[in-house]
């Protein structure tokens, strides 16, 4: 059966870090482009970062550009999310989204629509 499973959340306090990794399991991820949502309670899911299947190209919301970065390991079927200088607003649960594209699509959408497979999230909270 098809898998992503996301790992690494966890209570930090305010400017702290934490590193999300995405695993995949029953297939691998080389031709898929990998997104992060998150949703915080009594809100709608937002996009957070995405990457390509390559790892060319990377897309950030404003709300986390400078203090996140994605980044892929496809020889161990891994996405990463490294999170630093947390703040409270980003306590949300945090799920990692598969696009299968193809080789000439190397690029991210941030369009919830458009991805195929999706975990089951982790929780990420932000606190003092």
């Known amino acids: 059966q098809v898998q992503l499973v996301e790992s690494g959340g966890g209570l930090v306090q305010p400017g702290g870090s934490l590193r999300l990794s995405c695993a995949a399991s029953e297939f691998t991820l080389d031709y898929y482009a990998i997104g992060w949502f998150r949703q915080a309670p009594g809100k709608e899911r937002e996009f957070v970062a995405g990457?390509?299947?390559?790892?060319?190209?990377?897309y950030y919301e404003d709300y986390v550009k400078g203090r996140f970065t994605i980044s892929r390991d496809n020889a161990k079927n891994t996405v990463y999310l490294q999170m630093n200088s947390l703040k409270p607003e980003d306590t949300a649960v945090y799920y990692c989204?598969?696009?299968?594209?193809?080789?000439?699509?190397?690029?991210?959408?941030?369009?919830?629509?458009?991805?195929?497979?999706w975990g089951q999230g982790t929780q990420v909270t932000v606190s003092s």
């Open positions: 990457i390509s299947w390559s790892g060319s190209s990377t």
């Open positions: 989204a598969a696009d299968r594209v193809t080789y000439e699509a190397d690029y991210v959408t941030n369009m919830d629509f458009d991805y195929d497979y």
